[in-house]
């Protein structure tokens, strides 16, 4: 594997183009496989730039971020140095600031009703939906991908109907919106007038002003025996105690935010990144880096409530994955960042 292809760790998120079988035994022969593979065709709508808001929901709860030199990556020997968390090296930032939570199905429904658009899961006609979350009917004829039958593809699942047809948004208006795609993120953005973070943006605001540690509130997972993030426990896939609280998404300011102010860095939903994904870093010093300037798959951070240290881990704050733009799962969302308004 090359180091800029898609590196979708499919514990976490499978990627849409993955399981030729999911367009199957989603019941659509092979519609929706073409659909993947036409994929490139299938364009998110473009956002009008005029009549857009300065800024979106998101941007009301934006926190400003000084920038400055941090120290990006891991050597922690828990850490996946095949992802390319490391090494250490030392990045600089410009000031900018960030929401302080994951875009929420409010704030992205507002973006749908302003602008008419249409999510890239929409048109595919699919989404991914964890197994256990799906009535057993739906869960009977969805297709799953090979080595994580926990997934299903399930049609007409969507940001609207998050678990299938028939489902809806309700008592989920503060929850992070999932089953968007990195094309679908993106065009919020603009519509928010934000863009979405760079993974060193991303990571410098993870980490909270505390230098290599692992979670963004310190070394240890559960100070004091207190959930800090929503993360999976129990045995996975079988059993979620929710502990935590969650067995699924939990609301965007769900736990206490960390030394910035910035809530669910770690669990609840990956976030989507602005880079292109790949796994050769330098050790040298680096300015304002945004990855490579092409690729196939982009950069996800965070980790969701579907991760565990017994087989993914990925929840800590150096850890990263990736998926095609055009991956939608009901664990993956966004948040914003803004350049405007820093001085
Ligand atoms: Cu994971």
Redesign the pocket.
Known sequence: MGETEPHS?A???PGRAEPAEVAEAAGDGGRLLSLAVASPGVRAASVPSTGAPAAGAGADAAVRLAGGTFLMGTEDPEGFAADGEGPVRPVTLRPFLIDAHAVSNAAFAAFAADTGYVTEAERFGWSYVFARFLPAALRRGAGRPDGTPWWCGVQGACWREPFGPGSTLEGLADHPVVHVSWSDAAAYARWAGGRLPTEAEWEFAARGGLEQARYPWGDELTPGGEHRCN?WQGAFPARNTAEDGYEGTAPVDAFAPNGYGLHNMAGNV?EWCADWWTTGHSAGRRSNPAGPATGTARVMRG??Y???RS?????RVA?R?SNTPDSTTG?LGFRCVYDSGVS
Not at 311 to 315: E, M
């Open positions: 760790h514990c976490c998120a993360i990956w980790g969701s579907l991760c565990h087989y993914c881990n990925r929840y850890a994955t664990n």
